[in-house]
């Protein structure tokens, strides 16, 4: 019956069943069904999400995004402020995105209106560009953008701007921008103006009479759409004479503000900045970089506590006065008092570890940063070709996301602004003195935006692959001139009016200034290229 026994301690057996008495007795009538719980050790589970000993320090309760900047959103842009100003990887972080963001051009606006034309003759419609449009569009457009128009105080030109935007939106996490419209504000009846994000104050939450609910400034509906922000009149530790008393806010309408960061959860009201996770390992490097500095410093120097042994002190000091200490001045040495002797004080510090420990936390810090370590470090100590441009690639990569999204949020919205506005009041001229129509909006809208590119270490590499991309009909030179951050029209308009400054002035240019011609992908060919093509 050894079966039997096993049969009774089963651990396979239902939980509440009971065993048969014997071998004729007839099964139990099964239980009411009841959901019971397998032991924990037959559980397969996260072992992150599972409770120990070892993890009680880790965060284990959700709360919205909302929440926590809430609590913590002050505090955060106030730290990483400081560091921006005054912590020299953050200061170059902050240079590093205006860098490679924005450049020292600007991003390049390329108007791409087009003729549509149909041939009869051909059956079918052709569409070409409205070049006498887009150098119109692009004219005024560089006019707006010069300093002292597009933007109101008359402080900053549209490149400014957009390399004081970057800065912000990556040291605040969020940038704050005003539409403004109005025949008196320039020709073109449009400008912008950059306020400072703490106008937008975190802890204004209300509930308005219209149903709608105002969150850390920021007015929604039910869908959660931003409909109006509340922006207090001044910064609220402004203080002087021409500062107002008391909170006065103003409900500006959503139409008329850019409030511009980069989301990173859903239902998230307000962005916080991009160096939050490096906030702490900044500072604590910062203030270890400061204490190993003046440790270096007492090491060298002579430091030391006059010692005698009896306890009495030294000449000329009073009863109760603390034993002196005595610090050498660079290049002396003070003469020792009868009968004492010199106890030294030597620092240990900075040790041989110290600039390995550095590089370790450096590489955390770009890490969260999203940077190479090499770039924000500014060491190049060990680095290759290779290795250099693996993480170049990653680097890039990430400033050409940050790109499309100041395109989509910010440069779009103010071109059809502007070009609305400029229409409407006819400040668009073509070459013949004509005004681009008002009616012909949807057509003149058409464009695009170039950010800046860059040059690699060994350019001479690309430029071949890129040439040999192009004859092998892999690429196009218009792919290859936005690769490097130029418009191929006005490449070709530079190299057609360098070619007639040439013939104007008779001048024999050698073969190494001619600009190259594409030879045909098809090299089989039996017939040789024409040299005097």
């Not at 900045?273 to 490096?278: D, K, V």
């Not at 006059?306 to 610090?327: H, R």
């Not at 949807?442 to 004859?471: C, M, Y």
């Not at 951050?485 to 050698?510: H, N, P, T, W, Y």
């Amino acid at each position: 019956m050894a079966w039997y026994h096993h049969l009774l301690r089963n651990p396979f057996l239902p939980s509440g069943s009971a065993a048969p008495t014997a071998l004729t007795d007839p099964a139990p009538a099964p239980a009411s069904p009841q959901v019971t719980r397998p032991h924990s050790s037959r559980v397969r589970s996260f072992a992150a999400g599972t409770p120990s000993r070892l993890t009680a320090g880790l965060v284990s309760a959700n709360s919205s995004l909302d929440s926590d900047l809430l609590v913590s959103l002050n505090t955060l842009r106030a730290r990483s402020r400081h560091l921006t100003q005054n912590n020299p990887y953050g200061v170059k972080y902050l240079a590093m995105v205006s860098a490679n963001v924005v450049g020292h051009q600007g991003f390049t606006l390329q108007a791409r209106c087009s003729e549509s034309k149909y041939l009869k003759t051909k059956a079918k419609l052709v569409v070409t560009p409205d070049n006498i449009a887009n150098r119109a569009l692009e004219a005024a457009f560089a006019v707006w953008s010069e300093r002292g128009t597009c933007e109101v105080t008359g402080k900053h030109s549209f490149a400014d701007l957009c390399r004081l935007f970057a800065r912000t939106v990556a040291g605040d996490g969020e940038v704050l921008v005003r539409r403004l419209r109005g025949k008196t504000l320039n020709a073109f009846g449009y400008a912008l103006q950059i306020l400072d994000i703490d106008r937008l104050e975190v802890n204004y939450n209300a509930q308005q009479a219209n149903g709608n609910i105002v969150r850390m400034g920021v007015e929604i509906d039910t869908y959660g759409r931003p409909v109006a922000y509340w922006l207090r009149g001044t910064h609220p530790n402004d203080s002087g004479p021409g500062v107002g008393v008391g909170v006065q806010r103003e409900r500006v309408p959503a139409a008329d503000i850019f409030h511009c960061f980069i989301a990173s959860r859903p239902e998230q009201r307000r962005g916080y900045p991009w160096m939050a996770a490096a906030i702490e390992s900044l500072y604590h490097l910062g203030e270890l970089d400061q204490s190993a500095l003046v440790a270096a410093r007492k090491g060298a120097d002579t430091l030391g506590f006059f010692v005698s042994p009896d306890g009495s002190l030294p000449n000329g000091a009073g009863e109760g006065a603390d034993p002196p200490i005595e610090v050498s001045v660079a290049g002396t040495f003070d003469t020792l008092p009868e009968g004492y002797d010199l106890r030294a004080y030597e620092s240990q510090y900075p040790s041989a570890v110290y600039g390995e420990y550095v590089k370790a936390n450096l590489r955390r810090v770009a890490s969260a940063l999203g940077v190479s370590y090499n770039g924000l470090a500014n060491d190049l100590e060990g680095v290759n070709f290779s290795s250099i441009r693996a993480g170049l690639l990653e680097e890039r990569e990430l400033w050409m996301q940050i790109q499309d999204w100041m395109i989509d949020a910010f440069l779009i919205p103010v071109y059809r602004d502007w070009l609305q506005m400029a229409l409407g009041l006819g400040a668009v001229v073509m070459e013949n003195g004509s005004a681009l129509p008002a009616a012909k909006y949807d057509k003149f809208a058409v464009h695009t935006w170039q950010g800046r590119r860059w040059p690699w270490v060994d350019p001479l590499k690309d430029i071949e692959a890129a040439i040999s991309a192009v004859n092998a009909g892999l690429d196009s030179p218009q792919r290859q001139a936005a690769e490097q951050g130029r418009d191929i029209e006005d490449v070709l308009d530079d190299i057609s009016a360098f070619q007639a400054m040439v013939k104007e002035k008779g001048i024999v240019l050698s073969s190494a200034v001619v600009p190259p011609k594409f030879q045909p992908a098809d090299s089989s060919s039996t017939n040789p290229p024409n040299a005097n093509q």
